[in-house]
């Protein structure tokens, strides 16, 4: 019985695999738009102690099923716009793939703040807009 049922999962499995394999999407060109919150938890600015400025410096990774890209640091910013794939470059997604998001903002003398740490999931929408912690998170799909 458990061989069968073992059987049963691999076959599952293969057919998965064969599945995305053949789904694989190929789309140009990925733009995410980032807006951070102007306060981070109960009200508090991101950087209060100067000289650097109240807005975050912001940092992060970007993780497709694929490839990972890191964000370089952009300091005292509350927006930022990245675009991963080109004509050339093709990012692949299936529906069902996640994206995964991570934001810190970059303190001195102490623990990196957190902005947004967490996953979209690629429905197959143009345009997905969500919310990550303290981010407004919108990725646009352009084929
Ligand atoms: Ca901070
Ligand atoms: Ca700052």
Known sequence: MRK???????????????YNSLSAFDIANVIITIEIDTEKSQGKKWDTIN???????????????????E????????????????????????????????????????MDDLIAKGNVVYNGDKVIETKIGFANIKIEFII
Request: charged share 25%; with cysteine; net charge negative.
């Open 4 to 18: 069968i049922l073992l059987g049963v999962i691999i076959s599952m499995l293969s057919v998965c695999s064969m």
């Open 51 to 69: 000289p650097w400025g109240v807005p975050p410096d912001v940092y992060g990774t970007i993780k497709f099923p694929m490839e990972t890209h």
């Open 71 to 110: 964000i370089e640091l952009h300091e005292d910013i509350y927006s930022l716009s990245l675009n991963y794939g080109s004509v050339d470059r093709r990012v692949k997604l299936n529906v069902g793939d996640s994206i995964y998001i991570e934001l810190f903002d970059k303190d001195r003398g102490r």
